[in-house]
Structures are given as structure tokens and as C-alpha cells.
């Protein structure tokens, strides 16, 4: 008798990743509303054992229950179903154009499009640099001021990982972090039509979720000398990320000067260097007014 039949693999590396994708969905949907996982087990039918499981990638879920989750979240089944990256009909058709220009037009045509439908853009004021440029103190101040809510990016980077940031780095990696950071980002775009967010200082330094902040915020550059960087971090009695240097003013320079041309794509740059709180308060309110 020959050897028996056996079945191949039913899962592959894509039904993997699929998978992982469509749990990831329903776990940012809950993060969003609010929603606890009994809450949405209880509203659905479907088990809360099977929901775990299925955010964590681990559950093939039928059509039926699909359809079941689908109508409890208010979604499309095909919202819920769709393969990754898919666009909807109206995408395709912007990207089946775009597709028929050469780069710099490209390019063009994507400052046009946010010129003409970013209006959005201008309600988000989004502070960039790096720690100990004000972006907390003036933040706060400034979203006070305009009566809309402030966001510290890192706080929420925390909230998707968490842990405490800095725990971030060394349980998950710098990879790990990138990914709580865009998904803290998208999220508080989707939550907040107007906010003050203050980014962390390396998000610059990630070019995906840098083009994110520069779409749909108007991006202000708080920028301070090496030394008051330095002064600053040191009053606040956090030297992370420079803990156990002894050139952390060099390590200062070295960031600033990489991080330079990264900053300058900023809509616009304030120096909040040897003046006060109140002076550039002023000059930030002056220019998020225009």
C-alpha cells in the first residue's frame, strides 16, 4: 500500500496575514468606540473566547459570524472582509488616474488635492521637534487657548502598547514602537476633527506616519538651542532617552543636526530659544489664527 494521502497546509503565509489583519480590525474598531470585548460579544452572538481569538489572529471565522460582527459594529460585511489595502470604488478610480502621471506630477496633483479638499488639515495643529522644545508646556497652553483637546502622542502610544514608553522599546522593539505609534496617530485623527497634538520628537524620523502628520495637520517646528534642549530635559528629571551619557549635549547636536531637514518640512517654525513661555505662545497663537 502506498503512503496515505495527506492534506497540504490549510493555512498559508497570506491566509496568516489576512487573518491578522481582519482581528486587527475589529480590535481597532473597539479601541475607537470604546468598546469592550463582552460588550461586543454580547451584542453580536459572538463568543468572547471567539472574539479573543479572532483578534489575535487565531480565528477563522465563518461567514455567518462575519456577518453577525459586522452588524453589531454597524460596518459592511466587505468593510470588515476586504483585503488589505483595497480601495473603495471612488480610490480606484483617483488611483487608476494617478497611475497614468509621471512622479512630479504626481506629487503636484497630491499638494492640489490637500490645497482644494484639506480644510480639515488646518483645524489639527500638530507641534514637532525634539524633547525640551516646548511642546507640552505650549501645547496644553495653546489648546486652552482654542478650546479643542490636547493630545501627547506618546501618552497614547502607551495606551496601544500598554506599557509605559519607556518599557516600549526594550519588551518590543523599535519596529514594535513604529506600529503603536501610526495606529496612536490614525486613531486620534479618526477621534479629533480639531486638536492639539504634540508629537514625539523621532516620529519625523518615520516616514510613513510623518507624511500622515503633514497631511492632515498643519505641522508647527518648535526648535530650541542644543543647550536649552539640554536645560529642559534636565529640569523636567527625565533624561531618556540620554540616561547613563556622559556627552548627552553632544548626543543633542548629533540628533538636531540629522533631524534638521526632517523637521523644516513643518508648515511653519517658531525658536523658542532663551524667551519666554508667554512670547512664543504669542507667536504660535499668531500663526494658527492665518
Given at each position: 500500500?502506498?503512503?496515505?494521502?495527506?492534506?497540504?497546509?490549510?493555512?498559508?503565509?497570506?491566509?496568516?496575514?489576512?487573518?491578522?489583519?481582519?482581528?486587527?480590525?475589529?480590535?481597532?474598531?473597539?479601541?475607537?468606540?470604546g468598546v469592550t470585548r463582552r460588550a461586543l460579544a454580547l451584542s453580536s452572538g459572538v463568543s468572547e473566547?471567539?472574539?479573543?481569538?479572532?483578534?489575535?489572529?487565531?480565528?477563522?471565522?465563518?461567514?455567518?459570524?462575519?456577518?453577525?460582527?459586522?452588524?453589531?459594529?454597524?460596518?459592511?460585511?466587505?468593510?470588515?472582509?476586504?483585503?488589505?489595502?483595497?480601495?473603495?470604488?471612488?480610490?480606484?478610480?483617483?488611483?487608476?488616474?494617478?497611475?497614468?502621471?509621471?512622479?512630479?506630477?504626481?506629487?503636484?496633483?497630491?499638494?492640489?488635492?490637500?490645497?482644494?479638499?484639506?480644510?480639515?488639515?488646518?483645524?489639527?495643529?500638530?507641534l514637532i521637534g525634539l524633547r525640551g522644545a516646548g511642546k507640552s508646556t505650549l501645547g496644553a497652553k495653546?489648546?486652552?487657548?482654542?478650546?479643542?483637546?490636547?493630545?501627547?502622542?506618546d501618552r497614547e502610544v502607551e495606551r496601544e502598547a500598554g506599557t509605559e514608553l519607556g518599557e516600549v522599546?526594550?519588551?518590543?522593539?523599535?519596529?514594535?514602537?513604529?506600529?503603536?505609534?501610526?495606529?496612536?496617530?490614525?486613531?486620534?485623527?479618526?477621534?479629533?476633527?480639531?486638536?492639539?497634538?504634540?508629537?514625539?520628537?523621532?516620529?519625523?524620523?518615520?516616514?510613513?506616519?510623518?507624511?500622515?502628520?503633514?497631511?492632515?495637520?498643519?505641522?508647527?517646528?518648535?526648535?530650541?538651542?542644543?543647550?536649552?534642549?539640554?536645560?529642559?530635559?534636565?529640569?523636567?528629571?527625565?533624561?531618556?532617552?540620554?540616561?547613563?551619557?556622559?556627552?548627552?549635549?553632544?548626543?543633542?547636536?548629533?540628533?538636531?543636526?540629522?533631524?534638521?531637514?526632517?523637521?523644516?518640512?513643518?508648515?511653519?517654525?517658531?525658536?523658542?530659544?532663551?524667551?519666554?513661555?508667554?512670547?512664543?505662545?504669542?507667536?504660535?497663537?499668531?500663526?494658527?489664527?492665518?
Amino acid at each position: 500500500m502506498g503512503a496515505p494521502f495527506t492534506h497540504p497546509p490549510r493555512e498559508d503565509a497570506a491566509e496568516t496575514a489576512y487573518l491578522a489583519r481582519l482581528g486587527e480590525r475589529v480590535r481597532a474598531w473597539r479601541h475607537e468606540k470604546g468598546v469592550t470585548r463582552r460588550a461586543l460579544a454580547l451584542s453580536s452572538g459572538v463568543s468572547e473566547r471567539y472574539l479573543a481569538q479572532l483578534e489575535a489572529g487565531r480565528g477563522n471565522i465563518s461567514v455567518l459570524l462575519l456577518r453577525k460582527l459586522a452588524l453589531a459594529m454597524q460596518l459592511p460585511v466587505e468593510a470588515l472582509a476586504r483585503e488589505n489595502g483595497e480601495p473603495a470604488p471612488e480610490l480606484a478610480l483617483l488611483n487608476r488616474f494617478a497611475a497614468t502621471l509621471p512622479g512630479e506630477k504626481i506629487a503636484a496633483a497630491h499638494r492640489m488635492l490637500i490645497a482644494q479638499f484639506g480644510s480639515a488639515r488646518t483645524r489639527r495643529v500638530a507641534l514637532i521637534g525634539l524633547r525640551g522644545a516646548g511642546k507640552s508646556t505650549l501645547g496644553a497652553k495653546l489648546a486652552d487657548s482654542l478650546g479643542v483637546p490636547f493630545v501627547e502622542l506618546d501618552r497614547e502610544v502607551e495606551r496601544e502598547a500598554g506599557t509605559e514608553l519607556g518599557e516600549v522599546f526594550s519588551i518590543y522593539g523599535q519596529e514594535a514602537f513604529r506600529r503603536f505609534e501610526r495606529r496612536a496617530l490614525e486613531r486620534v485623527l479618526r477621534q479629533h476633527d480639531r486638536a492639539v497634538i504634540a508629537a514625539g520628537g523621532s516620529l519625523a524620523t518615520d516616514p510613513e506616519s510623518y507624511e500622515i502628520l503633514l497631511d492632515h495637520c498643519y505641522c508647527v517646528w518648535l526648535k530650541a538651542s542644543p543647550e536649552e534642549h539640554m536645560a529642559r530635559v534636565i529640569a523636567q528629571g527625565d533624561m531618556r532617552p540620554f540616561r547613563g551619557r556622559s556627552a548627552a549635549l553632544e548626543e543633542i547636536r548629533r540628533l538636531l543636526a540629522d533631524r534638521d531637514r526632517l523637521y523644516a518640512r513643518a508648515d511653519a517654525l517658531i525658536d523658542t530659544s532663551d524667551r519666554p513661555v508667554k512670547q512664543s505662545l504669542a507667536e504660535l497663537k499668531t500663526l494658527v489664527a492665518k
